[in-house]
């Protein structure tokens, strides 16, 4: 492919990849680099393997071979994603101790007064809050077990409660530049502010949200009905016993309330979000245990540090220096020279094939990978479309794409795996065809609606 | 020492028609903790005991330990609700299939071993080779087994 690129002129790949780069054995190093890239891709698609350690196999593979030097690699780590991300697991691992999650959406059911639609119709749309601030997976993960909980009492399947929970995560996580690592990396990268997503990608989530759970009422909520005694039983669930520690849960909320005003100034105060977030770890880490002795911190601070992703981390680590390795040789600029040529450098037609395939391929394979390799392609489209700040709305339609595509099927996104887990060992189990035949005619429906409001509101 | 030597042999059983709640009844007014199930010529089909009904009304979401503390769910209904449901079920449907044991002959020893070795059950059901059921040994009575056979000076020491 690259090959078939430098014979049809592509000058720009072979001068920069010489320029930058000369492989081990006399090996072409566009070729080396390209072949890592995918070696890594489809083992990380075998599922055979940690991800965090074939990422990090190719990052060393990537300078061993010659392709980077080791300050070439550091430079194309993107500390600002893996900042926020840290930051933001450490919060979230503070934070699920308290009994938050437990308590909201006891209390939504409850507001729903018992009657079953009512009840899911609110514990999608906390799932979807939840999602957009904190990470996805421990939101479905917290939120399904009361789920269960609350179905059985309720005397109710609860297949269509786990289904609207994952598409709630999968949107509701769309909405800011925190709720998703896709969003995360493009805000990051692209020097997008939190801000600049409440102003263009929030808005039109409440859209697809409630067509969303208009049609998963046609297709289950129709149906729905649960006898006077099970409606009684759901009122008398007593959600102030889910607060495990109150001192905690203020401190947690006093937290969260800073670092999401912190990420709403940022852009304003010339700060970027990973500092805004690790300074609100800090300061959490050291409030959840001021008064206890340095043993007791030293210990809290440990185990606190045992629950954060390591895997996602290093995973991000290696998968940015194998991304910038690709980008140094030229492939990303060349496939992005194709692209355009596909599209005919029309604006609206790149904008909308980036919709489309990043939600096509987010179903099938991780969205991370893909958006991490996508980013460099779209900024190397900039200069033909007049500069960074014009191609904005393609950022817009990565984001929507790669975020939303997860919905398309069981295995689109971390937090349907994790609920289909959950499901099965709790003896609900998910079927794949089951959960996708339905999931993804709702995520094309999705990415119409997101095609819609692109094109009203950037394009035409 | 054989397992016949200690088992009790007159035992209660119940069919495979019975009813969670005629089983409930029956051990209940009894105080018994385990019923084998047999059928018409006396073939073991399984036992239950206190433990296979309880086991019944805790959902597996949370025998799973997702939610390792559930004090704001109200757990009386929830329990009672799945106790009336298991009520009416055929003794059949919720019994252990594969109730521990063992040959009249088998020595006290593995007898011991089988009982341990079977994490919700303190008894083991003893059969001959057609799976007739001969008697029932409980945890207790190797401990009273044991306790009867230690000569007294040994007692004392």
Not at chain 1, 104 to 131: D, E, N, Q, Y
Not at chain 1, 349 to 356: E, G, P
Not at chain 2, 137 to 142: E, K, T
């Amino acid at each position: 492919m690259p090959e078939a690129g430098s014979q049809a002129g592509g000058e720009a790949l072979h001068a920069s990849a010489y320029a930058s780069a000369h492989a081990l054995f006399g090996l072409d190093p566009v070729w080396v680099a390209v072949s890592l890239l995918l070696v890594v891709y489809a083992a990380i698609m075998m599922e055979k393997f940690n991800r965090a350690v074939l990422s990090i196999l190719g990052a060393g593979l990537m300078i061993l071979s010659g392709v980077l030097t080791q300050e070439a690699a550091i430079r194309g780590i993107d500390f600002n994603t893996i900042g926020l991300l840290t930051g933001m697991m450490v919060i979230v691992a503070i934070s699920q101790k308290t009994g938050m999650f437990q308590y909201v959406a006891i209390r939504a059911a409850k507001a729903a007064g018992g009657r079953p639609w009512g009840i899911l119709v609110m514990l999608a749309i906390v799932t979807a809050v939840f999602s957009a601030f904190l990470d996805n997976v421990t939101t479905v993960l917290l939120i399904a077990p009361v789920t269960l909980l609350i179905t059985d009492a309720l005397g109710v399947n609860p297949y269509p409660f786990l289904f609207s929970q994952i598409l709630a995560s999968n949107i509701g996580g769309t909405a800011t530049l925190i709720g998703d690592p896709p969003n995360i990396m493009i805000g990051s990268q692209a020097r997008l502010s939190f801000y600049d997503f409440l102003l263009n990608l929030t808005p039109i989530i409440p859209v697809i949200m409630l067509v969303t759970l208009g049609l998963i009422w046609l297709l289950f909520g129709r149906s729905m009905r649960a006898t006077p005694e099970a409606q009684k039983l759901i009122m008398e669930f007593n959600e102030r016993e889910a607060i495990e520690d109150a001192a905690l849960l203020r401190k947690c909320l006093l937290v969260l309330a800073l670092v999401i005003g912190g990420f709403t100034a940022a852009h304003a105060l010339h700060l970027e979000p990973a500092t805004i977030a690790l300074f609100g770890a800090a300061l959490l880490l050291l409030l959840q245990t001021w008064g206890q002795d340095l043993h007791a911190k030293d210990k809290a601070f440990e185990g606190v540090m045992a629950e954060v992703e390591w895997t996602t981390i290093f995973f991000f680590v290696g998968l940015f220096v194998i991304v910038t390795g690709v980008e140094r040789v030229g492939v990303i600029a060349w496939l992005a020279h194709k692209t355009l040529a596909l599209t005919g450098g029309d604006f609206n037609a790149t904008a909308a094939a980036i919709l489309w395939i990043s939600a096509i391929a987010s179903a099938v394979i991780d969205n991370i990978p893909f958006v991490a390799t996508m980013i460099p392609l779209i900024q190397n489209m900039a200069p033909s479309f007049g500069g960074p700040e014009a191609i904005e709305p393609l950022w817009w339609a990565l984001a929507l794409g790669a975020c939303l595509g997860g919905n398309g099927s069981l295995i689109g996104a971390s937090a349907n795996l994790i609920v289909a887990g959950f499901a099965q060992r709790a003896g609900h189990p998910i079927g794949f065809l089951q959960f996708t035949r339905h999931a993804f005619a709702l995520m094309l429906v999705s990415i119409v609606i997101s095609h819609a409001y692109l094109y009203l509101r950037y394009l035409s | 020492m054989h397992a016949s030597r200690i088992m009790v042999r007159d035992v209660t059983t119940c069919g495979p028609e019975d009813t969670v709640a005629e089983v409930i009844a029956i051990l209940n007014e009894h105080s018994f903790r385990i019923l084998p199930v047999v059928d018409g010529d006396g073939r073991i089909l399984g036992a239950v005991n206190t433990l296979t009904l309880l086991s019944h009304i805790v959902p597996e979401y949370i025998m799973e330990g997702y939610l390792q503390s559930v004090p704001f769910a109200p757990d009386i209904g929830l329990l009672r609700k799945h106790y009336r449901e298991l009520l009416g079920k055929r003794i059949t449907d919720v019994m252990d299939e594969n109730p521990t044991t063992v040959r009249e002959d088998e020595s006290l020893l593995s007898v011991t071993a089988a009982m341990i070795r079977h994490d919700r059950f303190e008894y083991v059901l003893v059969a001959d080779e057609e799976r007739r059921l001969k008697g029932v040994i409980s945890s207790s009575d190797i401990l009273r087994a044991l306790d009867r056979f230690i000569p007294e000076d040994e007692c004392d020491a």
